[in-house]
């Protein structure tokens, strides 16, 4: 090429060039047009050219697939060649009534004719002003007051922030330290990554992060031999409770995932923790920061974990579920004292953080849409009965031999798998695309977070052929 382009004179190059581009710009427009379909090849080699995919090692991408998905119905993903997958981890666990759910697409097409964005500083929009109302009343009591971010990351940064500026505005600035659960994880920026504890995303940002301290995970994986759930748990909050004596004069803040740590393999615990924590967090003097970012919205079978220990938490964190996986939306709900302590004349003792999408109005009208769903299809019970029906079909997988710690909180399911394979988790999302089913599991463990709205015809499916998928790899 180098040499056909050297041959020729410059305008006969240029002339080539635009008749190039301009073929090209049919072909996409063709494609647009469904003329001339796209394949899955032709998107992959085109994506992995230009798209530096999230949370990979591209390299990896040699060898693993690349699924390109043209589109989704109900809980279905379909690629350019005809396939489908059951997408049983909700997309990174933000789809809760299917992909292309008509009741969401119609609210947001009514939006998009009334207003897409407008800045929330200085501005408001009605669905806003609806969507904090609203969650007021759904959220446990006394969180009167919603701020908003984009994605979860954003949310964790907020409350850190938040907690940390409350302290200094009521004349305790040395309160800026935060504790965590051991295993913890609440997203990828610098401040959620400081009480992150996944070594995996963090230790390469070590000399950026300012680390904080985690205490034991109440995961009832980790309960000796004939201890329950429970005891564990209160074992673990007497571990709290000898750190928040020890340095509670310097401590902000206990972040934690209520009822289910997802990342570090969907770890479960006893909601006595809950309690205990909420306990020892107000007799110390420090925040208790609950992030329901990937639980809250009935995952966990209540609408937000919390409500599990029966406690309201000073700041909710909520994000992924409440646009039903649409568009990326966080927020941070918190009490009135919180919000009193930065209510003042001088502007540096308010909160002047913000995002440039902070309160989309097209995302908080998909907030809406889903809550709505949640009225009107009575969800929580509906997916009481699903949870029932899917545990009631699975006794034959659990019962496998290499099947281990079998847990269901909700509508997350769990558990190891005792494989010969130390790439298990790679072999078991390749041959779960195979069988039709989108799995990811994190190392051995491997679960289900499937859209509220799957059937009971595809949870067979589900559990059948992870079953089929099991048997392959043990
Ligand atoms: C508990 C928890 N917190 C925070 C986050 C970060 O959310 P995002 O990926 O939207 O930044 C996640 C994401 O999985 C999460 O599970």
């Known amino acids: 090429m180098a ?48 798209v530096w995919h999230p949370c990979s090692q591209m390299k990896h991408y040699e060898t693993f697939p690349l699924v390109p998905i043209a589109r989704g119905k109900g809980a279905w993903l379909y690629d350019y060649d005809g396939h489908k997958y059951l997408d049983a981890v909700s997309s990174w666990w933000v789809n809760l009534f299917g992909h292309s759910n008509p009741r969401i697409n119609a609210a947001l097409r009514d939006q998009l004719e009334k207003l897409e964005h407008v800045m929330l500083a200085g501005f408001t929009h009605e669905p806003v002003i609806e969507l904090s109302e609203r969650l007021r009343e759904l959220a446990p009591p006394g969180l009167g007051h919603c701020f908003y971010g984009s994605d979860g990351a954003s949310a964790t940064e907020i409350a850190l922030k938040m907690s940390a500026h409350y302290w200094r505005n009521s004349g305790q600035p040395d309160k800026t330290q935060f504790i965590s659960l051991q295993n913890s994880y609440h997203g990828e920026t610098l401040g959620a990554l400081s009480v992150t504890d996944v070594a995996l995303f963090r230790d390469a940002y070590g000399p950026l992060i300012r680390q904080q ?20 748990a209160l074992r673990c909050a007497d571990t709290l409770e000898s750190h928040l004596q020890q340095y509670h004069a ?13 990342a570090a393999g969907m770890a479960m615990f006893h909601p006595i923790y809950l309690k205990r924590a909420r306990q020892l967090c107000d007799k110390y003097s420090v925040h208790l920061i609950a992030d329901e970012i990937a639980v809250g919205m009935g995952r966990t079978g209540t609408m937000f974990a919390c409500e599990q220990g029966d406690i309201t938490p000073d700041f909710l964190l909520i994000s992924k ?85 079998w847990r269901n909180t909700g509508m997350i399911w769990a558990f190891e798998v005792q494989s010969p394979h130390a790439d298990f988790a790679q072999r078991c999302f390749r ?14 463990t491997v679960y289900f977070m ?19 998928i099991i048997g392959a790899l043990t």
């Not at 301290?213 to 564990?232: F, L, N, Q």
């Not at 310097?250 to 740590?261: K, N, R, T, W």
């Not at 009490?335 to 109005?361: C, E, M």
Request: charged share 20%; glycine share 6%; hydrophobic share 40%.
């Open 250 to 262: 310097q401590l902000a803040a206990f972040i934690i995932e209520p009822m289910v740590q997802g």
């Open 213 to 232: 301290a985690t205490v034991i995970s109440p995961d009832w994986r980790d309960a000796e031999a004939g201890e329950t759930g429970e005891s564990y």
């Open 431 to 444: 041959l779960g695309l195979q069988h039709g089913l989108l799995l990811r599991p994190m190392g051995n």
């Open 3 to 50: 040499e056909y382009k050297a041959s020729l004179p410059d305008n006969r190059f240029t002339a080539q060039k635009n008749l190039a581009l301009h073929f090209d710009r049919k072909i996409r427009y063709d494609s647009l047009m469904q003329k001339h379909p796209r394949t899955n090849s032709e998107l992959v080699s085109r994506s992995l050219a230009a």
């Open 321 to 405: 579920g409440i646009t039903g996986g649409y568009l990326p939306l966080s927020i941070v709900m918190t009490t009135d004292a919180i919000y009193h302590a930065f209510y003042a004349d001088q502007i540096s003792r308010g909160f002047l953080h913000s995002h440039s999408y902070t309160g989309n109005p097209l995302a908080c009208r998909a907030a809406l849409a889903t809550l709505d769903i949640f009225a009107q299809d009575d969800v929580l019970a509906t997916n009481r009965h699903k949870a029932g029906y899917l545990n009631g079909i699975s006794q034959s997988l659990r019962d496998l031999p290499d099947v281990l710690n």
């Open 450 to 468: 499937p859209p509220y709205i799957i059937s009971e015809e595809e949870m067979q499916l589900l559990v059948m052929r992870t079953k089929t």
